[in-house]
């Protein structure tokens, strides 16, 4: 079955600090991956994406992510959080080859951001 | 670029009472739309797809007499909430992509509160 899983529930760092997000999937075609950052009461925000190519992905407000298609993840990094970084994050996996683009969301990490 | 815009932010209403929701890509042309709902702390659920011009998909589970959906334009989807109750009040998502391998851009959602 096609899931994604992101084992962290909620995570507490300190500002400055480095910062992993787990993001494992299965799922049985090519995965296309995503990660979203959702503040309270608002949408989701696509921080990055990985299509195909370099398996390491630069996204925006400092992020990146390794796609390692042997350990079927795809985790996301900052090496220096701040404190506008809290929020929460979502992975997300579909196909874009030839359906309409479904997600598949984890069930999200929660960031909390400590001064 | 890539904007998505959602109408309107928070609705308060009577049970019984329609609802509308619109869903509009501000910057590109949105040949397929996606409609979720999210539950307080948890992750988004996909309720529909819709492509322009032809009647939405619906994820199992979902009622099609209750959450209306509309694809009229390339730029505009509405979800309408018919005869609405309670347990109908959540956060309404939105999302919208263009050609195959572009990623879903989100809206900042709808809170719906149903009295």
């Known amino acids: 079955a096609q899931s994604v899983t992101q084992p962290d529930i909620h995570i507490t760092v300190s500002e400055g600090a480095s910062l992993e997000l787990r993001c494992n999937y299965s799922?049985?075609?090519?995965?296309?991956l995503f990660w979203y950052v959702q503040s309270p009461g608002q949408g989701l925000q696509l921080l990055l994406k990985?299509?195909?190519?370099?398996?390491l992905v630069q996204g925006i407000k400092g992020f990146e992510a390794e796609f390692k298609r042997s350990q079927s993840s795809f985790n996301l990094r900052k090496p220096s959080v701040h404190w506008s970084d809290a929020a929460e994050y979502f992975c997300?996996?579909?196909?874009?080859?030839?359906?309409?683009?479904?997600?598949?969301f984890g069930k999200g990490t929660k960031l909390s951001v400590k001064p | 670029g890539a904007v998505v815009s959602q109408h309107p932010s928070w609705v308060i209403c009577k049970s019984g009472t329609s609802v509308k929701i619109e869903c509009r890509s501000l910057?590109?042309?949105?040949?397929?739309m996606f409609w979720y709902r999210q539950f307080p702390k948890q992750s988004l659920m996909l309720m529909a797809t819709?492509?322009?011009?032809?009647?939405?998909?619906?994820e199992q589970g979902v009622e099609k007499d209750k959450f209306l959906i509309n694809h009229a334009s390339l730029t505009l989807s509405t979800l309408t909430v018919t005869s609405a109750h309670p347990e109908d009040s959540s956060f309404y998502i939105c999302?919208?992509?263009?050609?195959?391998?572009?990623?879903?851009?989100f809206g900042d959602g709808t809170r719906l509160s149903i009295l």
């Open positions: 999302s919208a992509k263009g050609t195959s391998n572009q990623p879903q851009h």
């Open positions: 799922y049985g075609a090519t995965p296309y």
């Open positions: 990985y299509f195909s190519g370099d398996t």
């Open positions: 997300a996996v579909g196909d874009y080859g030839g359906s309409q683009g479904n997600l598949i």
């Open positions: 910057d590109f042309q949105a040949t397929t």
């Open positions: 819709s492509n322009e011009g032809s009647k939405a998909t619906y």
